[in-house]
């Protein structure tokens, strides 16, 4: 076959592909495809008696959530973290709290969209329901994952 030499030797993929970079990548993937998904059904229905611009919203708040959720560090909300910030042990907590709210909230408004919204009144056309249903879904796992996937890293 195919000979390197020593080439190769050094070669360690669990250096280069640790937790934290399955984690990111994995979430940054099903991030991009919840928001391809949207996008694909702004293109399939471009008229807004179709497809309401206005549930652009749900997905917004739930990358807003996902920036939020991220921003807090598990060493702030615990204590360990470097104690003289300006919001603090309690402050990052409300923080991740409120993150998670409205985390919660866009996957439940794209529900609310899909399941009170296009069922009883537009049911030949489901798909920009289940779009905005599915984005925000994905949304809400790459946040799960993008949390609770990554482990810190502390020592300096």
């Not at 928001?35 to 059904?41: A, K, M, N, R, V």
């Not at 008696?49 to 560090?73: E, P, Q």
């Not at 910030?85 to 923080?95: H, K, T, W, Y």
């Amino acid at each position: 076959m195919f000979d390197c030499g020593n080439c190769c030797q050094d070669l360690d993929l669990r250096e280069r592909f640790n937790r934290n970079t399955i984690a990111s990548i994995l979430a940054g993937v099903i991030f991009a495809i919840g928001w391809w998904i949207i996008i694909d059904s702004t293109c399939k229905y471009p008229l807004q008696v179709d497809f309401n611009k206005v549930f652009y919203i749900i997905g917004s708040v739930g990358t807003f959530a996902l920036i939020l959720v991220n921003s807090i560090s598990n060493s702030q909300v615990r204590g360990d973290g470097y104690s003289d910030s300006c919001v603090g042990q309690v402050g990052a907590r409300i923080i991740l709290f409120i993150a998670f709210l409205l985390a919660f909230g866009s996957v439940i408004g794209g529900a609310w969209v899909f399941f009170g919204y296009y069922i009883p009144y537009k049911s030949d056309k489901l798909y920009p329901g289940v779009a905005i249903f599915c984005q925000n879904l994905a949304i809400f796992i790459s946040t799960l994952i993008l949390k609770f996937g990554r482990k810190e890293d502390l020592s300096y």
